[in-house]
């Protein structure tokens, strides 16, 4: 199966500063990689994702960069806000797997 | 409103006494999928359906079952929860049958205390 790896496992900012959380995966197959944002007490949700077509896609202040030489892809955060406090997870994929493999998620706190 | 719907959102249960948790989602999805929730440990799958009658182990499948007679409903059994099965148990759907390249729609989770 998929190894997925994140880092760094807790993160701390201050608001307004940047935010990068990177995840390194195994499989050469994979061409989905989507990031998930978790709130305390809430579900994962997607907040971005990008296909192995692009090497990057970005959504006001958030973006995601693929390199898939080295089969890395990171969650880009600017101009964090305390609301972009949560547990912030990748979970690349390809379209022959059945399974879903989650990296082990990325706490990121922003200080006001 | 699209949704997935687990149920109860909370349970505490004493060790052995069986329990279902239900899961049910409205956007006609083909894959829905369990996953446990533990501190530092991310989340990991536990059972996985592809379709109508068609289950399949996680990462982590001891101690569970599940069923998918209907293409909306995908419950989740524990026959004789034990203490190691507290968590937090999310149900999640995707549409088409390659679910891994699509979002997954997450339930809002079930947190479960077996003691």
Redesign the interface.
Known sequence: ?ENVEQHPSTLSVQEGDSAVIKCTYSDSAS??F?W?KQELG?????II?I?SNVGEKKDQRIAVTLNKTAKHFSLHITETQPEDSAVY?C?P?????????????TRLMVKP | EAQVTQNPRYLITVTGKKLTVTCSQNMNHEYM?W?RQDP??????IY?S?NVEVT?K??VPEGYKVSRKEKRNFPLILESPSPNQTSLY?C?SSPYR???????F????TRLTVV
Do not use: C, H, I, V
């Open positions: 199966g061409n989905y989507p998930y809430k579900r994962p949700q997607l994702d296909r997870f979970a994929g390809d379209n022959a797997g059945n399974m879903l493999t989650f990296g082990g998620g | 999928s996953y530092g440990l991310g989340l990991r799958q996985y592809m399949d996680g990462d999310f999640a390659a679910p891994m390249n699509t979002e997954a997450f339930g809002q989770g």
